[in-house]
């Protein structure tokens, strides 16, 4: 009944991803021609989260995140990394990215016996962006996001050297956040994500072992480089 129940949920996420993507893309403008070169607008009209007058907005982005996720009912251990992003800014309402992140947690259990976990997350998102002023360097973002976490588990044991296991789990959840366009090639941005990660197994030193599905809460900033 769990697994029916997940499986019941992903499906209604995907299909609403899938739904807001094709109303996005429903409000692109016809293709600039190939021999139209990227025009970069001036002046008090620019937009600062669509710079180019013609061609795709695109953008990178890379910054610092600090993680917490919970297995069933635990304290939760503490990640600490970065992420990156490659994204399209479709209209002024709607972007979609693609994502990259990787974290890292330490911890001494005693007795010898330390784990050290890195989790290695693949994600696409969909945002629906809010001016906050009148000059549109100001946003705020609602971010639905699923993908793909891959978690690496060691154990380091004294006089036993260590194990270590990777599992892959589906993820899926949401987010929001602040962005500040500092000028029209650049910003910043200060996000919260919530997603939920299904369980994975594991074999180290010969013991099997399974981490329960986890509710992780993500803080980040980021910054960006429009082009």
Known sequence: MKHATTSKTI?????????????????????????????????????YAMPKATG????????????????????????WGINTAFGWRIN??????AELGVLMSSEDHGRGIKEEDTALMLLA?????????????????LTP???????????????????????????FGGGMGITYHISDRFYMDFGYRYLRVGSTEYRVFNIEDELDDMNTHTASV???WKF
Request: some cysteine; hydrophobic content about 35%; charged content about 15%.
């Open 11 to 47: 499906c209604a996420l995907i299909t609403g991803l899938l739904i807001a993507s094709a109303s996005a893309l429903a409000q692109v403008a016809p293709p600039t021609p190939a021999s139209v070169a990227p025009n970069y607008s001036s002046g008090r009209d620019s937009s």
């Open 92 to 97: 002024k309402n709607n972007k979609i990215q």
């Open 222 to 224: 980021s910054f960006g």
């Open 145 to 171: 996001a699923a993908g793909f976490t891959s978690i690496n588990l060691k154990l380091k044991r004294r006089g036993y050297g260590s194990d270590d296991d990777t599992d892959t789990a589906f993820a």
């Open 56 to 79: 795709p907005n695109l953008y990178l982005e890379g910054g610092l995140a600090y993680m917490n996720a919970k297995p069933g009912n635990s304290s939760g251990a503490d990640f």
């Open 125 to 141: 998102s969909y945002s629906y962006c809010i001016p906050l002023n009148s000059d549109g360097n100001w946003e705020l973002r």
